[in-house]
């Protein structure tokens, strides 16, 4: 959920993509914006920077017994990243 403090440079969107990994296999740039728009409507009522960095998701595109946790201004960032 990148905001005007932290716009995504691209030294963050190299370690972004460096720690995360590229797009998720599968799935269209389109439906990727659609996920994208969906995470920011399901958290819209979420007002300050301090509330959004302490939301941890499970990551929907890890399919693992156990999905890794990542923080949801993270994961937001790096779907941003992936869709430049």
Request: aromatic content about 10%; hydrophobic content about 35%.
């Amino acid at each position: 959920m990148a905001t005007k403090e932290t716009e995504l440079t691209p030294a963050k969107r190299k370690r972004l993509l460096k720690k995360f990994g590229p797009s998720p296999k599968g799935y269209t740039t389109r439906e990727l914006e659609q996920f994208l728009d969906l995470l920011y409507g399901m958290y819209s009522h979420v007002y300050t920077a301090s509330q959004l960095s302490e939301v941890v998701i499970s990551d929907p595109f890890d399919r693992s017994e156990t999905p890794r946790q990542i923080k949801l201004v993270e994961f937001t960032d790096w779907l941003e990243a992936v869709l430049l």
